[in-house]
T-cell receptor
Framework: EAGVAQSPRYKIIEKRQSVAFWCNPISGHATLYWYQQILGQGPKLLIQFQNNGVVDDSQLPKDRFSAERLKGVDSTLKIQPAKLEDSAVYLC?????????????FGQGTRLTVV | ELKVEQNPLFLSMQEGKNYTIYCNYSTTSDRLYWYRQDPGKSLESLFVLLSNGAVKQEGRLMASLDTKARLSTLHITAAVHDLSATYFCAVDPLNTGNQFYFGTGTSLTVIP
């Protein structure tokens, strides 16, 4: 079974530039998450989709971050304009409820450096 | 504000020793997850704990959940170098639609 695919793996941009990340979840997984992991910290949930609808985006800085999940499959996360504090690893995860259990599977992440 | 706290944050232990990592959380939940993360890599699912009193074991790792105390433990038995990694617990609060709120992480180094 293919895992969660993310691209690019690495990205270096200057502050005030824009950047976009792409995620392809595991086939059949209805729920998709974007997490931000700052070095030395645990992942922080940015946004959760159920199919193509947003379940929770309460921690997404909406003045600069946006995300969409067209057709309920792939998703993109965009930052515009980027700030130095956005330097982090952006993890995409997908999950499926099976036998009363939900388990999230994570992609390799995109490491963003803002200079 | 939901808090998920782990301790210790850093753990250095000798091979062959035992130790326990603790995960405390501040919300009502009966679902807790443990993940492992190697440097520069993504998160790997270790355990899924679904009820009070749940205990799961895999190799040298054993996880347990006490929902009344809002506490989960990850016990390491006879540590080996390959267990060196960062371990995260994640809580799925009730009525949030399958979300995962992660702890601060415990960075484990096993010394030969």
């Amino acid at each position: 079974e293919a895992g969660v695919a993310q691209s690019p793996r690495y990205k270096i941009i200057e502050k005030r530039q824009s950047v976009a990340f792409w995620c392809n979840p595991i086939s059949g997984h209805a729920t998709l998450y974007w997490y931000q992991q700052i070095l030395g910290q645990g992942p922080k949930l940015l946004i959760q989709f159920q199919n193509n609808g947003v379940v929770d985006d309460s921690q997404l800085p909406k003045d600069r971050f946006s995300a969409e999940r067209l057709k309920g499959v792939d998703s993109t996360l965009k930052i515009q304009p980027a700030k130095l504090e956005d330097s982090a690893v952006y993890l995409c995860a997908s999950s499926l409820v099976s036998q009363g259990k939900t388990e999230a599977f994570f992609g390799q992440g995109t490491r963003l450096t803002v200079v | 504000e939901l808090k998920v706290e782990q301790n210790p944050l850093f753990l250095s232990m000798q091979e062959g020793k035992n130790y326990t990592i603790y995960c405390n959380y501040s919300t009502t939940s009966d679902r807790l997850y443990w993940y492992r993360q190697d440097p520069g890599k993504s998160l790997e699912s270790l355990f899924v704990l679904l009820s009070n009193g749940a205990v799961k074991q895999e190799g040298r790792l054993m996880a347990s959940l006490d929902t009344k105390a809002r506490l989960s433990t990850l016990h390491i038995t006879a540590a080996v170098h390959d267990l060196s990694a960062t371990y995260f617990c994640a809580v799925d609060p009730l009525n949030t639609g399958n979300q995962f709120y992660f702890g601060t992480g415990t960075s484990l180094t096993v010394i030969p």
